[in-house]
Every structure is written in structure tokens, then in C-alpha cells.
T-cell receptor
Framework: KNEVEQSPQNLTAQEGEFITINCSYSVGISALHWLQQHPGGGIVSLFM???GKKKHGRLIATINIQEKHSSLHITASHPRDSAVYICAAPLDDTGNQFYFGTGTSLTVIP | EAGVAQSPRYKIIEKRQSVAFWCNPI?????LYWYQQILGQGPKLLIQFQNNGVVDDSQLPKDRFSAERLKGVDSTLKIQPAKLEDSAVYLC????????????FGDGTRLSIL
């Protein structure tokens, strides 16, 4: 069993749709990371959050520490949002190493 | 701020050959990580450096993989000899000393073994 599990694994949406990606984890953590990986392989850190909700542009991330669950939402999706979204939970309090989810591959169709 | 630089972007070699990857972290970042990401899987940590010292290399296949960060800045990851199962994207990341900051990732090197 993976310490971090994501769903769905693959997601196809029409441009403009509201998208939700879910992440559940079994380890005790103080913060969770959401990462975006484009087809070329580069990874960008989107959010690091420890409680509540964070918003950046059309991206919203929420976390419920008690339920060990986080969601990443994309409003008004666009083809350029097509990427793999990965959630990552720190192994320990140092925040140096992570359990990574296997990612959700998102394709947004024009 | 310049990001994490990696080279080459792509590499194709035959099995049993050797290959080396290079990473230049963000200036001032003491912690450097090498990850292996096999298609369809999340990144797996291979080795973590703090300055020029190794913090964790427990998942590094030491019979064929080696990494160094001699001056605490640039790092190289080497595979010798390569096997088919080494085909993956190799990602380098860096973070400030505190470790609780988000890691900054490079674009990765996509390695294909023929």
C-alpha cells in the first residue's frame, strides 16, 4: 500500500470544466505539497499547505489534516493545464524527503 | 532567480554503457536531491546531499550508481553499467538549508536504454 494515493489516475476534461484531483495519505504530516509536471519532465511546486485552503490564480488546494485528505481544484480549465499533478507528503518534520503519489495525468481538450 | 539547471535533457545509450548527468542547483541552496522517475510512477529519491555530504543514499543502487557533489554546489550522477530498467527521467532538486521550504526541481534528464 502506498503512503500517498491519488485519484483519478487519468482525467480528460473539456476546456472550461471544473477539475478536482484528490490525494489521501496514511502518514502523519505537518504539510502537503502539490506539484505539476509537464510532458517535458520539469516539475513545478504549486502549493505547500498545512491547513485550510490556498489559492493561486485558477488553482485552489485544500487540506483536511484530521481526515488525511487534500484536493487540488482547477477552475475554468485550459489546455495549458494539461500535465501530471503529483501530491507529496514529507517523510518527517524536516521536510527534506517525501512520499510521492503516482500522479494524476490531466488532459484538457479545447 | 535562475532555476535548477540539468543537462543533458535527453540521452540514449545502449545497455552496459556508462552515462553521467549534471545538475546545478539554485544559488545558495545547500540541499540537493537526485530522483529517479520511472514512467507511470512518482519520483523516487536516490540520494540527498547537504552541502558536499551525503544525508541519505539508502535507495541508490550502489553497484552501478554513483553521485558526487565535491564543492557543495554542482552535482553529477553516474550510471555504470546501465541496465534496461534504468530507463527513466532523472530529476535534480534543491532546497534551502532549512529543508522545510518547497523543493525546486530541474527539467530532468530523460534516459533511454536500448
Amino acid at each position: 500500500k502506498n503512503e500517498v494515493e491519488q485519484s483519478p489516475q487519468n482525467l480528460t476534461a473539456q476546456e472550461g470544466e471544473f477539475i478536482t484531483i484528490n490525494c489521501s495519505y496514511s502518514v502523519g504530516i505537518s504539510a502537503l505539497h502539490w506539484l505539476q509536471q509537464h510532458p517535458g519532465g520539469g516539475i513545478v511546486s504549486l502549493f505547500m499547505l498545512s491547513s485550510g485552503k490556498k489559492k493561486h490564480g485558477r488553482l485552489i488546494a485544500t487540506i483536511n489534516i484530521q481526515e488525511k485528505h487534500s484536493s487540488l481544484h482547477i477552475t475554468a480549465s485550459h489546455p495549458r493545464d494539461s500535465a501530471v499533478y503529483i501530491c507529496a507528503a514529507p517523510l518527517d518534520d524536516t521536510g527534506n524527503q517525501f512520499y510521492f503519489g503516482t500522479g494524476t495525468s490531466l488532459t484538457v481538450i479545447p | 532567480e535562475a532555476g535548477v539547471a540539468q543537462s543533458p535533457r535527453y540521452k540514449i545509450i545502449e545497455k552496459r554503457q556508462s552515462v553521467a548527468f549534471w545538475c546545478n542547483p539554485i544559488s545558495g541552496h545547500a540541499t540537493l536531491y537526485w530522483y529517479q522517475q520511472i514512467l507511470g510512477q512518482g519520483p523516487k529519491l536516490l540520494i540527498q546531499f547537504q552541502n558536499n555530504g551525503v544525508v541519505d543514499d539508502s535507495q541508490l543502487p550502489k553497484d552501478r550508481f554513483s553521485a558526487e557533489r565535491l564543492k557543495g554546489v554542482d552535482s553529477t550522477l553516474k550510471i555504470q553499467p546501465a541496465k534496461l530498467e534504468d530507463s527513466a527521467v532523472y530529476l535534480c532538486a534543491s532546497s534551502p538549508v532549512s529543508g522545510r521550504q518547497p523543493q525546486h526541481f530541474g527539467d530532468g534528464t530523460r534516459l533511454s536504454i536500448l
